[in-house]
């Protein structure tokens, strides 16, 4: 089972979709909002150069943002995995 994390902000529309795509994949995800949590904004800069929102990590992996994500999408190269109750966390 793949562990995917997101870094977003309210108001991200690049967020949003990256949110919708791992939905409609059935993945779920650990959503880390950097306006309420700043931590969260200084973990995301320590794991990543990336400032850029959503920044996306599989596996502890950075991937990039939502971007990257579709193209993992279109190449068929998202991870397997149905969401189970309590697993998702988001915002929408």
């Known amino acids: 089972m793949a562990n995917i994390e997101m870094y977003t902000r309210p108001g991200c529309g690049?967020?949003?979709h990256a949110k919708r795509l791992l939905?409609?994949?059935?993945?779920?995800?650990t959503e880390h909002n950097v306006y309420e949590d700043p931590k969260a904004r200084q973990a995301m800069?320590?794991?990543t150069q990336?400032?850029?929102?959503?920044?996306?990590?599989?596996?502890?992996?950075?991937?990039?943002?939502?971007?990257?994500l579709l193209k993992?999408?279109?190449l068929n190269q998202l991870?397997?995995?149905?969401?189970?109750n309590g697993e998702q966390h988001d915002n929408i």
């Not at 929102?53 to 992996?61: C, D």
């Not at 991870?79 to 189970?84: A, C, N, Y």
């Open 14 to 16: 690049y967020c949003l």
């Open 23 to 29: 939905r409609s994949k059935g993945l779920g995800y």
């Open 45 to 47: 800069q320590h794991r």
């Open 50 to 68: 990336g400032r850029d929102l959503p920044q996306i990590f599989v596996n502890g992996k950075s991937i990039g943002g939502f971007e990257e």
């Open 72 to 74: 993992l999408e279109n």
């Open 79 to 84: 991870p397997k995995q149905e969401i189970k």
